[in-house]
């Protein structure tokens, strides 16, 4: 499943140190602007506990997490929409991207060069959402130009014009106003047609406050991150805080000096971990797993996803010749501790092809082709 999250920020506000510390892939950093040119992509293993729970229970040769994809994109300044810096360019990479993860600085330090002249995320956050909002703009006029011609027609691509037309009218003030598409109440059908528009401030967008080490433990306690929190709250939005130098550092140590590490700095684990569940969760992924034999594997799908199509994800011809799911819900296994308790409990079910999967369900599918 391709799906990427493009982590998005003024420049030196920390996106490629935080790029690095998900990845490790070595993205260059420097203290000016415009550092990172085209935007590197990275693969992340998704951290699930989960996994090792299963593989305890009923193992295997090898236990295999899920993936999931970053992609850092060059930091943006105010008037990239009408070009400045290289904005069209950066902006056309974030339409590339399915969710935006939204770094901004949280930090104090003197050494470290500010686009703006202080530490302002809340600032930061709304020159950046303004950018998008009149790219976005942009776009919808352009649109509703073309579509308004199709629109006059009573055959049925008039009448889906007009069902586009009038999504286009709903959103468009919310962006005069330099507001995001995401926030326009649309009901589900204009929701499909809004998507097919391909806008900017319609993609969901998770908030980072990239906050000093000595917040780690606590960031609601940080004052810049309680502002980020606010803004986020009051947009819809999610908001984390993470410590990215800091984060770099812990994703370098072998295992034993981070476990050391994160215990004296009061912290269960690193903020990376919660970064990826929440962008993970922000693109509406879940996920289900497959247990004994050669290994214990984790699978990634889009919420709502039925059980052929999540068959269909190990490999095309477990859809195709699809009969059954056999399923066992991880807090069930997690709970009764062996697959014969869950049997005897009455607690494994099969399902057909109408069977929505549900996060965390094991899962061993019947097909034949």
Do not use: C
């Not at 962006?175 to 097919?196: F, H």
């Not at 590490?261 to 992924?285: C, W």
Request: glycine share 8%; net charge negative; charged share 30%.
């Amino acid at each position: 499943m391709s799906l990427t999250a493009g982590i998005v920020g003024l420049p030196n506000v920390g996106k490629s140190t935080l790029f690095n510390a998900i990845t490790n892939a070595g993205a260059e950093m420097a203290n000016y602007p415009f550092a990172t040119i085209k935007p590197n992509v990275g693969m992340v293993e998704v951290p699930d506990k989960r996994l090792d729970r299963i593989n305890e229970i009923i193992p295997s040769k090898k236990i295999v997490p899920t993936t999931f994809e970053f992609t850092d994109i060059a930091g943006i300044v105010k008037g990239a929409s009408k070009g400045e810096g290289l904005g069209n360019k950066f902006l056309e990479n974030i339409r590339q991207t399915d969710a935006i993860i939204h770094v901004v600085r949280a930090f104090d330090d003197g050494n470290i060069t500010s686009v703006t002249g202080k530490v302002d995320p809340v600032e930061d956050i709304e020159t950046i959402n303004l950018e998008l909002s009149i790219a976005d703009l942009d776009s919808v006029n352009k649109r509703i130009g073309k579509v308004q011609r199709a629109a006059k027609g009573n055959d049925k691509a008039g009448k889906a014009a007009k069902a586009e037309l009038t999504v286009l009218e709903k959103v468009k003030p919310v962006l005069e106003k330099g507001g995001a598409a995401r926030e326009v109440d649309l009901d589900d059908d204009q929701k499909k047609i809004l998507k097919g528009e391909f806008l900017l401030t319609s993609k969901p967008t998770l908030y980072v406050a990239n906050i000093a080490e000595s917040s780690m433990a606590d960031p609601s306690q940080d004052k810049y991150f309680q502002a980020v929190k606010k803004y986020a709250d009051d947009h819809g939005a999610q908001a984390i805080g993470i410590a990215a130098e800091t984060e770099e550092e812990i994703a370098e140590m072998p295992d034993e000096d981070k476990k050391e590490f994160l215990a004296a700095e009061g912290v269960k684990e690193p903020g990376l971990n919660k970064l990826i569940r929440a962008s993970y969760k922000l693109l509406g992924l879940e996920t289900y797993f497959t247990a004994g034999g050669p290994e214990t594997k984790a699978w990634t799908y889009k919420k709502g996803t039925k059980a052929p199509q999540a068959a269909g994800i190990i490999h095309s011809d477990f859809e195709r010749g699809f009969i059954r799911a056999e399923i066992i819900a991880f807090d069930d296994l997690d709970k009764l501790g062996s697959e014969q308790a869950v049997k005897d409990a009455g607690k494994l079910h099969v399902e057909g092809k109408d069977y929505v999967m549900h996060d965390g369900d094991i899962v061993n599918f019947r097909f034949n082709v």
